[in-house]
């Protein structure tokens, strides 16, 4: 699939989501798709390697997009070729307890991936400026000091949110963490055939809420915060991608390529070499171990 490059993808300037496509066209067929996630599914898993040997980097891959964009199955897709021990899939639901008595990045810090290692956030701290900018009243569970109603929710609020992400991903990647961040931009039709889907064949049942549909009716809602989220807070140091969802085939091989493509700009990533004394005596070592025979 040579028509595709990462970077067109890549969000340097700001965007209206109305105006970006949510369909790509590969001009190549699904098995031919297959074939090329497979290959670089394969190079991923082979540069994880090497940066977990030379454990200097973290990967923190994020991922949004509305109910049915396909995060699960990308995920299950893109990473599978990866040691188990190499990559961690974090799902952030509604905040418990005892994550509500800190801030709202606290969760988040603990789910950093450690060097050498991928984290998959399946919905991020992003939810933070999204569902609770939608739902407003989600906020009052925060108890945050000056916040005694929704009406104390201001615009100032949401940037000074936008600016503690912004700060929070600053840091993480002056410390060696590698931010990648994917909008999964599905239409609102793919949407409606894929919910669909879901009530027509049983063995999907289980993945359809009637919550989804009241979701759904605020779509323009979310849209619009989506929109500002990937504006305020797409950086050089963590830039936002939006991938075109409606086909979940190519969706998942630009997530995949992009990651790859970008990580191999890293050039400093390399297999450890042994020690000069080690290598010396590497005939000695092998002769001893087949010696035991």
């Not at 031919?32 to 996630?37: L, N, V």
């Not at 050498?116 to 925060?142: A, D």
């Not at 609102?188 to 999907?204: A, D, G, N």
């Not at 979701?215 to 915060?225: G, M, V």
Request: aromatic share 10%; hydrophobic share 35%; with cysteine.
């Amino acid at each position: 699939m040579k028509n595709i490059n990462p970077h067109q993808f890549k969000v340097a300037a700001p965007i209206h989501l109305k105006d970006v496509p949510t369909f790509f066209n590969v001009e190549t067929s699904e098995k031919k798709k297959e074939k090329e996630i497979q290959k670089v599914r394969e190079k991923l898993s082979k540069l994880q390697d090497i940066m977990y040997a030379h454990n200097r980097y973290g990967v923190l891959i994020c991922l949004q997009g509305m109910d049915t964009a396909g995060k699960d199955s990308l995920i299950r897709e893109v990473f599978k070729e990866i040691n188990a021990r190499g990559v961690v899939v974090h799902s952030f639901k509604t905040p418990h307890s005892t994550e509500l008595e800190h801030d709202f990045l606290w969760r988040h810090y603990l789910a950093l991936p450690e060097k050498g290692k991928f984290s998959v956030f399946n919905r991020t701290h992003y939810e933070n400026v999204l569902v609770t900018r939608v739902h407003p009243y989600y906020i009052m569970n925060e108890n945050i000091p000056g916040i005694e109603s929704v009406d104390d929710i201001t615009p100032e609020f949401w940037e000074k949110r936008f600016e503690s992400i912004n700060d929070f991903e600053k840091h993480i990647t002056r410390n060696g963490v590698v931010i990648l961040k994917f909008f999964l931009h599905l239409s609102k039709e793919e949407q409606r055939e894929r919910l669909i889907r879901r009530l027509e064949t049983e063995k999907h049942n289980w993945k359809f809420s009637p919550g989804d549909l009241k979701e759904r009716a605020l779509w323009d809602d979310y849209q619009k915060c989506y929109e500002e989220a990937i504006n305020k807070t797409s950086k050089p140091h963590a830039p936002w991608y939006i991938v075109p969802a409606d086909n979940k085939e190519t969706a998942r091989y630009i997530v995949a390529k992009t990651i790859l493509d970008e990580l191999s700009k890293i050039t400093d990533i390399k297999e450890p070499e042994l020690d000069d004394k080690v290598k010396e005596n590497i005939a000695m070592y092998r002769d001893m171990l087949k010696a035991e025979k």
